[in-house]
């Protein structure tokens, strides 16, 4: 009896939603699980053309490589620092723009979420066009300044640690900003009035009641270093300094043949500790109303004055706002119309002319590259939101408990590396006619990121009343006729927030796309790792601000095409 009433809690509603979210677990699952599995069974495969043959010599042959512990020493190291300047950054950046009066504070609030939307190999190559040893900017004005050698090296684990710790930031800052803004300044007060000092009453109350947010944001970055690759490969590799997702990359990019099941048994290590990181950061964020300090007694927002450090603390949130965004950009841009790099002189204005653009239009992976990440970037971010909707529906207004498995599947590939995920995909690809085609990235691509279209369409799903689409039904119309005509309309701004964010994902997208692309389906970030390989610092950033124009103006359109929606419905 007990048991028939469990699996009655289980089914979902019966009709079409009971159907329409069985259809949507399966086809979530399928896209979640399936590479999971395949990188499981690949792992005990001895190759791709001998799937199935069962063994433990890949395990043997990755776990026994003298190297393997040095690189996860190096991994360690690598997340730990970046989690831990991207937190220290973002925990200042949200004190000052929550709870001061910092001139400007709300410009530098979007700043500190702008990073987002920056490719992050664009991100790291500027920074090596700045710092590597041999020809970077910098040092080479510290050679002109008669400064011998390098004075500055990227490619070391402190410039790893510092990129990607800025990249990132805004992770950290938008977990913070809220738990900073909503913490109730009374209890500061409190503790003064007792005769604490500023910095005791940091130490004593306001730091432990934001552990947290402050944990939680933490681990989160963990996770995502963890599965970088941009770093890694641009700034790691050519320093010789390897950790978890660039060392795969090397078995499979490497050498006369790509070892996809020795990789696939490395990656199992970097999934394993990435689902250990997401439990423990759902934990985190579950227990947080053990420090709940807003109630509705008493509680009022207050802002402390700076006074004479105003000024000061506001050029110090400008010049991380100009290194997160400004400088990234204008060093691509001058470097693209240079044939070499060079100081900035009237030497170097005399050199400059769009060659590398047109090198970079003409030639024909370059132009293919640009073709497939507008495709990918339009069409698969179009389809990814239109499954957003109906798994969003399905989460918001289907309360069941198939639907809360529907929710967990869908949000499954957020804490998966990239390039781990990838591999799977390959392991299931080949054994298909979508091995080697734009396709098989296309799936790739909504897979790994379905969660950045959900997340604003359930937002945007729960501010919608159902007496909205019941009203409908008592009219006669079905579920879909409904949610075409009654929801959808209300859904603009989550449906245009969620193309923008697919779209620039999917433009922007590497460590999948290094291991699923093929001659035939580059797309622009591989093709930058390429020219980084390669040295040819020219054409990587003339293609690299063509991909930030291609980014902004898909950001536009989307923009423009929803105020427009937005107004003829209200007409």
Known sequence: MSRAFTLSRIRPRPGPQGGLTWALIILVGFLTVCPVVMLVLGSFSTGLEAFGSLTLAKYIEAYTDPALAAIILNTVVFTVGSAAVATVLALFLAFLNTRTNIPFKSLFGII????????????????????????????????????????????????????????????????????????????????????????RTLARVTLPVLRPAILAAFILVIVRSLASFAVPAVLGMPGRIYVLASHIYRIIATGFAADYGQAAAVGMSALSASIVLIVIYRRLTAAGEKFVTVTSRGYR????????????????????????????????????????????????????????????????????ALKNSVVLGIGGASLGVVLSIFVAYIIVKVRTRAAGVLESLSFLSFSFPGIVIGVGFMWFFVLTPLYATIWALLIGYIATYLPYGIRPLTS??????????????????????????????????????GWILMATMFVRELTLSVVLSRPGTEVIAVQILRYAEDGLWGRLSALGIIMIIISTALVAVASFIGRKFALTERG
């Open 301 to 368: 927002p207050a802002v402390i004055d700076l006074k004479g450090a105003r000024l000061p603390l506001c050029g110090c949130v400008g010049l991380i706002s100009f290194v997160l965004i400004v400088l990234p950009v204008a060093v691509l841009f001058y470097v693209s119309l240079l044939p070499y790099s060079m100081v900035p002189s009237a030497k170097a204005l005399g050199f400059m002319s769009w060659k590398n653009w047109l090198s970079v239009i003409r030639d024909p992976v370059s132009f293919l």
């Open 112 to 199: 500190s979420i702008i990073p987002m939307m920056i490719p992050h190999i664009l991100f790291c190559v500027s920074w090596a066009l700045l710092l590597n040893p041999s020809n970077g900017l910098f040092n080479l004005l510290l050679r002109e300044l008669g400064l011998s050698g390098a004075a500055v090296n990227i490619y070391s684990m402190p410039g790893m640690i510092l990129v990607e710790g800025l990249l990132d930031l805004p992770i950290a800052y938008l977990i913070l900003a809220p738990a900073m803004s909503a913490f109730d300044v009374s209890l500061e007060e409190s503790s003064k009035v007792c005769g604490a000092s500023n910095l």
């Open 460 to 497: 945007a799903f729960v501010q919608i009343h159902s007496h909205l689409e019941e009203s409908s039904r008592v009219c006669g119309a079905g579920t879909l006729l409904t949610l075409r005509r009654v929801v959808i309309p209300l859904l603009v701004p989550g449906i245009v927030s």
